[in-house]
């Protein structure tokens, strides 16, 4: 479990220190008071990413030059700074550790629930791809490292097809290499994960929405059944477009409800549950695979859910797996829903247990 966690100039947060119990700690308070940041800094320490950003810049509080995150995940004391055009550094134990695959095994695992998770399926693939991309980080160390090392490779290619009228294709060719071999790998991985992934959804589906309904995750390929052979293919209209037009960062998910696609033809609220589904479903997945349950940070998500969605959602969440849930007030809570959070009151960047 996570015990302690501390913030310095971190989003709105001059600086922070909680200290957490196990079970459930909800964060109260207005809109735009901090709520969001504090679990979003967990997932930073825990798993080096943001839900909400990219750029780990974006994270700096205003007028300052960086952020420190620092907690006790465990019996491992971890750290992170962050300093504007410097690259990112990590402790454990105070002693720093050069490689990011080594520091995010001693972590814990972590779902991220949310109400923009509703873009999962009614956004664009790349919300989707980042789902994929975040869980099978957590399941296989070395696929962040394959993914970071296609993404440089195909901004490489990238630059070089923009050079001008005379494209080096020698110097391409060798990128292109380097995108596929990754690239095959990627889709491997990502394919496997969808596999397991959808009798988990399949199952969740139904245990949210209390019907029969029909749920599954079809993975539409951005590079074609051969890679080798699509970029090939493509030369000419990559050197004429200047960017590569087939590759994992094409890929998509293409979800279905009774047979159908969900973003046509699930109403709003079948739309919200879906989403729902595909986050049970990896924690079911990282659960199983790793043999504890992840920690669940899960923002503003109960007061946007009718009474019988939220008490399925609630009876579904493993019961051992520490929770941290961000939310305007308890008013939503019925006695019934056996959550008992210990709570701290959040504003205007600051936090006080009540």
């Known amino acids: 479990m996570l015990r302690t966690l501390k913030?310095?100039?971190?989003?709105?947060?001059?600086?922070?220190?909680?200290?957490?119990?196990?079970?459930?700690?909800?964060?109260?308070?207005?809109?735009?008071?901090?709520?969001?940041?504090?679990?979003?800094a967990v997932c930073v320490l825990l798993r080096l990413q943001s839900p909400r950003t990219s750029s780990?810049?974006?994270?700096?509080?205003?007028?300052?030059?960086?952020?420190?995150?620092?907690?006790?995940?465990?019996?491992?004391?971890?750290?992170?700074?962050?300093?504007?055009?410097?690259?990112?550094?990590?402790?454990?134990h105070g002693e720093e550790i050069a490689k990011s695959r080594d520091y995010l095994a001693l972590g814990?695992?972590?779902?991220w629930m949310g109400n923009?998770?509703?873009?999962?399926?009614?956004?664009?693939?790349?919300?989707?791809r980042r789902y994929l991309d975040f869980l099978a980080s957590q399941l296989q160390i070395g696929y962040g490292s394959t993914l970071r090392a296609y993404d440089r490779a195909l901004r490489s290619r990238n630059q070089l097809l923009k050079d001008g009228q005379r494209p080096d294709?020698?110097?391409?060719?060798?990128?292109?290499?380097?995108?596929?071999?990754?690239?095959?790998?990627?889709?491997?991985?990502?394919?496997?994960?969808?596999?397991?992934?959808?009798?988990?959804?399949?199952?969740?589906?139904?245990?949210?929405?209390?019907?029969?309904?029909?749920v599954a995750i079809k993975y539409l390929l951005g590079s074609g059944e051969s890679f080798a052979a699509t970029m090939e293919a493509n030369r000419e209209c990559d050197s004429r477009r200047g960017q590569?037009?087939?590759?994992?960062?094409?890929?998509?998910?293409?979800?279905?409800?009774?047979?159908?696609?969900?973003?046509?033809?699930?109403?709003?609220?079948?739309?919200?549950?879906?989403?729902?589904?595909?986050?049970?479903?990896?924690?079911?997945?990282?659960?199983?695979?790793?043999?504890?349950?992840?920690?669940?940070?899960?923002?503003?998500?109960?007061?946007?859910?009718d009474p019988t969605r939220r008490q399925a959602l609630t009876q579904a969440l493993p019961t051992d797996g520490q929770k941290l849930i961000t939310t305007t007030s308890l008013d939503w809570l019925p006695d019934h829903l056996d959550l008992r959070p210990c709570v701290f009151r959040v504003a205007n960047g600051a936090t006080e247990a009540d």
């Open 7 to 40: 913030l310095s100039h971190f989003r709105c947060f001059e600086s922070l220190r909680l200290d957490f119990e196990p079970g459930v700690s909800a964060f109260i308070g207005a809109n735009a008071q901090g709520k969001t940041s504090i679990l979003e």
């Open 56 to 92: 780990l810049n974006d994270l700096i509080q205003f007028e300052h030059s960086g952020f420190g995150l620092a907690g006790t995940w465990e019996d491992h004391e971890l750290s992170l700074v962050k300093e504007q055009r410097r690259r990112r550094k990590f402790y454990h």
């Open 108 to 111: 814990g695992l972590v779902v």
């Open 116 to 128: 923009d998770d509703l873009k999962l399926v009614t956004g664009s693939g790349s919300g989707r």
């Open 169 to 214: 294709w020698t110097a391409i060719d060798a990128y292109t290499k380097v995108i596929i071999d990754h690239g095959d790998r990627l889709t491997k991985d990502r394919q496997d994960l969808i596999e397991r992934l959808n009798p988990h959804i399949h199952r969740a589906q139904q245990t949210i929405s209390g019907t029969e309904e029909s």
């Open 244 to 305: 590569t037009n087939a590759g994992p960062h094409r890929d998509d998910l293409q979800i279905f409800i009774n047979g159908r696609p969900a973003s046509k033809f699930a109403s709003e609220g079948q739309q919200r549950t879906i989403a729902l589904a595909l986050k049970l479903a990896q924690i079911e997945i990282l659960r199983g695979s790793c043999g504890v349950a992840p920690i669940l940070l899960i923002d503003d998500v109960f007061g946007e859910l």
